[in-house]
């Protein structure tokens, strides 16, 4: 914050940072420094960088090559940011400079804000991902909860974990352990990364005795694996059984045992009030992981609750894209129905500020955008190029809904709203401590959230898809 200050008067510009009003006001308060009216702080939720960049932005600081496209596209000029002590080209201090995007990017940009007065080199004796951590740590007010230590992620090898390791490993971990039963995408996975901090053990969460030993000197655990197919979990209810509730029991113990600090369940909106097999599994781990934290141990339970993630394996987008390339034809169940989405990078992001910010016990709710899935189908089929495309209506599939929902009427009773990104459930059960830290936040005004409102317009839709990488 005192390199925000010191850009913003020096040069008289207006700096624009994607860091929490709250939180900025809170560092500001434990280091005595005065809010200066030149920086803006702003809620960094989802396409906010973007819409920023559009709206106010000559100039942006990145070291992110999506981020240098997108603002190709709109005629931003970018300065790149190198992790050496290289002098990149110099900045017009008449630019408005927009900082952001992730923590860890928000770490380089406010590295190179503050030394923009001087010259553009890393500070003596420290190299640029020294620096890098301090930052995240800073901008954290002080909680960098992931540097030098060791992360087990379940179910590692698939879309969420693969998103998930690359956004842990810049904020300096010791180890993380990719835990899945998946050897072919291991062994992707590793020559993808190539970093001496991942390591990588074959494993299922049904293993209780080979799941306690992968947990041995690990701090923190994000539980992934699942069987998350609605149709496959219809059609073999044993297996879904085994995996989504008996391996979520067996993580919660294999923790406990090892004396884990936190686990960070994530969870569907279809746990939510749920009408198929799939999602009576995540309901039982939701309340398998907030009883756990009346086990008499000294870990900390947490469930992470969204909708749909662009990108994932099995993505409705991928089906939509392959079947307008092959078939000429897209098939929905359903004219009316709805979804949330979000893309995995922002779901990622807002999962570590689950994790940092959580006590142990709540539900947070992530208050995804929402759209119906024709639009989204309208959208692929335009930037697609191909002609003549029809769109099918199948029918309804055993244990799918129109429209889901991220918290049902029961939970609204029991819902506070935490912030503009999170909604926090608190469970009926008396968690010691838990309703006293949640006093200052106010109960939900409604008593559902489900995707049939507020839907995103089509131009709303292609963003966030242009976002994920998804449209040409």
Same mark, same amino acid.
């Given at each position: 914050?005192?390199?925000?200050?010191?850009?913003?008067?020096?040069?008289?510009?207006?700096?624009?940072?994607?860091?929490?009003?709250?939180?900025?006001?809170?560092?500001?308060?434990?280091?005595?420094?005065?809010?200066?009216?030149?920086?803006?702080?702003?809620?960094?939720?989802?396409?906010?960088?973007?819409?920023?960049?559009?709206?106010?932005?000559?100039?942006?600081?990145?070291?992110?090559?999506?981020?240098?496209?997108?603002?190709?596209?709109?005629?931003?000029?970018?300065?790149?940011?190198?992790?050496?002590?290289?002098?990149?080209?110099?900045?017009?201090?008449?630019?408005?400079?927009?900082?952001?995007?992730?923590?860890?990017?928000?770490?380089?940009?406010?590295?190179?804000?503050?030394?923009?007065?001087?010259?553009?080199?890393?500070?003596?004796?420290?190299?640029?991902?020294?620096?890098?951590?301090?930052?995240?740590?800073?901008?954290?007010?002080?909680?960098?909860?992931?540097?030098?230590?060791?992360?087990?992620?379940?179910?590692?090898?698939?879309?969420?974990?693969?998103?998930?390791?690359?956004?842990?490993?810049?904020?300096?971990?010791?180890?993380?352990?990719?835990?899945?039963?998946?050897?072919?995408?291991?062994?992707?996975?590793?020559?993808?990364?190539?970093?001496?901090?991942?390591?990588?053990?074959?494993?299922?969460?049904?293993?209780?005795?080979?799941?306690?030993?992968?947990?041995?000197?690990?701090?923190?655990?994000?539980?992934?694996?699942?069987?998350?197919?609605?149709?496959?979990?219809?059609?073999?209810?044993?297996?879904?059984?085994?995996?989504?509730?008996?391996?979520?029991?067996?993580?919660?113990?294999?923790?406990?045992?090892?004396?884990?600090?936190?686990?960070?369940?994530?969870?569907?909106?279809?746990?939510?009030?749920?009408?198929?097999?799939?999602?009576?599994?995540?309901?039982?781990?939701?309340?398998?992981?907030?009883?756990?934290?009346?086990?008499?141990?000294?870990?900390?339970?947490?469930?992470?609750?969204?909708?749909?993630?662009?990108?994932?394996?099995?993505?409705?987008?991928?089906?939509?894209?392959?079947?307008?390339?092959?078939?000429?034809?897209?098939?929905?169940?359903?004219?009316?129905?709805?979804?949330?989405?979000?893309? @995995?990078?922002?779901?990622? +992001?807002?999962?570590?500020?689950? &994790?940092?910010? =959580?006590?142990?016990? !709540?539900?947070?709710? *992530? $208050?995804?955008?929402?759209?119906?899935?024709?639009?989204?189908?309208?959208?692929?089929?335009?930037?697609?190029?191909?002609?003549?495309?029809?769109?099918?209506?199948?029918?309804?599939?055993?244990?799918?809904?129109?429209?889901?929902?991220?918290?049902?009427?029961?939970?609204?009773?029991?819902?506070?709203?935490?912030?503009?990104?999170?909604?926090?459930?608190?469970?009926?059960?008396?968690?010691?401590? @838990?309703?006293?830290?949640? +006093?200052?936040?106010?109960?939900? &005004?409604?008593? =559902?959230?489900?995707? !049939?409102?507020?839907? *995103? $317009?089509?131009?709303?839709?292609?963003?966030?898809?242009?976002?994920?990488?998804?449209?040409?």
């Amino acid at each position: 914050m005192k390199g925000l200050n010191q850009v913003a008067e020096e040069h008289g510009l207006r700096v624009i940072c994607s860091i929490h009003p709250r939180t900025a006001i809170r560092i500001a308060e434990h280091l005595q420094l005065e809010m200066n009216p030149l920086v803006e702080f702003h809620e960094p939720f989802g396409f906010f960088d973007f819409v920023m960049l559009e709206r106010h932005a000559r100039c942006a600081l990145t070291d992110s090559g999506t981020v240098q496209e997108e603002c190709c596209i709109m005629g931003v000029p970018t300065v790149t940011m190198r992790r050496t002590t290289e002098r990149p080209e110099t900045v017009d201090c008449g630019s408005n400079v927009v900082s952001g995007l992730d923590a860890a990017r928000i770490a380089d940009c406010v590295r190179v804000m503050t030394k923009m007065s001087s010259d553009w080199d890393c500070p003596q004796g420290y190299k640029a991902t020294d620096v890098s951590s301090k930052v995240v740590k800073f901008l954290l007010g002080g909680k960098c909860m992931f540097e030098n230590k060791r992360i087990l992620v379940t179910g590692g090898t698939g879309s969420w974990g693969y998103e998930l390791v690359a956004q842990l490993l810049p904020q300096q971990p010791k180890e993380i352990i990719v835990y899945s039963r998946n050897e072919s995408s291991q062994v992707a996975m590793s020559r993808e990364f190539e970093d001496p901090r991942l390591h990588f053990r074959i494993g299922d969460i049904r293993d209780k005795d080979a799941l306690t030993a992968a947990c041995q000197h690990v701090d923190y655990v994000f539980h992934l694996a699942a069987l998350k197919h609605v149709p496959v979990c219809e059609d073999q209810p044993y297996e879904a059984l085994k995996t989504n509730v008996i391996g979520t029991q067996n993580v919660i113990e294999a923790a406990i045992e090892n004396k884990v600090e936190k686990v960070i369940y994530i969870s569907t909106d279809k746990a939510a009030n749920p009408s198929n097999f799939y999602g009576m599994t995540k309901a039982i781990g939701e309340k398998l992981i907030v009883y756990a934290n009346l086990l008499h141990s000294d870990t900390k339970f947490v469930t992470v609750r969204g909708g749909n993630v662009l990108g994932t394996n099995g993505s409705v987008v991928h089906l939509f894209k392959n079947q307008i390339r092959q078939k000429g034809q897209v098939s929905i169940t359903d004219m009316s129905m709805t979804r949330f989405f979000l893309t @995995l990078k922002d779901a990622i +992001t807002l999962l570590f500020k689950a &994790s940092v910010e =959580s006590v142990g016990g !709540e539900i947070f709710v *992530m $208050t995804m955008p929402t759209c119906k899935i024709v639009d989204l189908a309208e959208v692929l089929i335009e930037d697609s190029g191909v002609e003549n495309v029809s769109i099918v209506e199948r029918g309804i599939r055993p244990g799918e809904k129109i429209h889901e929902i991220l918290m049902s009427e029961f939970e609204s009773m029991t819902t506070v709203v935490y912030d503009e990104q999170y909604l926090v459930i608190l469970p009926t059960l008396g968690i010691p401590g @838990l309703r006293e830290h949640y +006093t200052n936040c106010p109960p939900v &005004s409604f008593n =559902s959230f489900s995707s !049939e409102h507020q839907l *995103m $317009t089509k131009e709303e839709i292609r963003e966030i898809l242009k976002r994920g990488g998804f449209l040409s």
